[in-house]
């Protein structure tokens, strides 16, 4: 995850964007982040339509933004019919996650509000595919949430060293470790909480949570877990680009534009 942060700073460099300060933070200093929405999305005057009736939300992962690498995914999504939107939460996502799941709680609630829709379609890169099952599970976002995609979600954490932080800089990094207390309290007993459907896209070439079946939930009839080399054994995609690939971003609209989670058998190709 610190080369995660790396290549995020790098590439706001290499665009030459301006960066807006964060919120204070109990954790001290803050990470910088671009404070700008993904291409398309958050505008708060959106309607959702009778065929999209639940805006998206887009939960970017620890040390990402509200933007980075986020534009792909939201301008689809858009030309797919939704509505849009997307936060940053927990100082990049390195605080807590009872407390950025707090965060993502209070912007369901902002987003419905705005938008007068009753749920939301939540669809998350790595920590953001897994943080909002607390927030359906211990927060209430049980009966606001219809869908959860995670893109690479770090449900059951990392088992690789060099993915985690030590002391207070990352906490979140330490509650995805492999075996964690938090992480064992949120998938016990049950790993796919509330009438909620649930979809996990992983890639064979996850560096960052590994092994990359530690994506996947409990097998149950609301819960579909895709690997993206199954359906395109040469798909190169690793951990970091997942919110880019043409295909993982067609389970994404499948699994948002049907009754339950992605259909396994869905006819989606190697771009999409």
Known sequence: MRRLLAVLLALVAMLGLGIAPAAASPLGDD????????????????????????????VHGTF??????????SLSLNADGYCVFSLDYGNRGTGPIEQSAAELAAFVDRVLSATGAGRVHLVGHSQGGMMPRYYI????????VEDLVGLAPS????????????????????????GSEFLAALN????????????????????????????????????????????CPAEATEHLLIPT??????????????????DPEAPIGCAG
Do not use: M
């Open 64 to 73: 990402g933004d509200q933007k980075s690498l986020l534009d792909t995914l």
């Open 31 to 58: 990470y910088p982040r671009l404070g700008l929405p993904p291409a398309g999305a958050n505008d708060w005057a959106c309607r959702p339509g009778v065929d999209r009736p639940f805006p998206a939300v887009i």
């Open 137 to 144: 599970k211990n927060l209430g976002g049980d009966g606001l």
């Open 188 to 231: 016990t007993p049950d790993e796919t909480p509330g009438d909620v459907d649930y979809t996990q896209v992983v890639t064979r070439y996850d560096e960052v949570v590994v092994p990359y079946t530690s994506g996947f939930l409990a097998a149950d009839p609301r819960s579909t877990d895709v690997t993206l080399q199954d359906r």
């Open 245 to 262: 690939s043409p295909q993982a971003i067609a389970w994404v609209l499948d699994a948002f534009g049907r009754e339950g989670p992605a």
């Open 155 to 178: 449900n059951h954490g990392t088992d690789n060293p060099g993915a985690l932080s030590t002391g207070d800089r990352c906490v979140s990094c330490q509650q995805q470790a492999a």
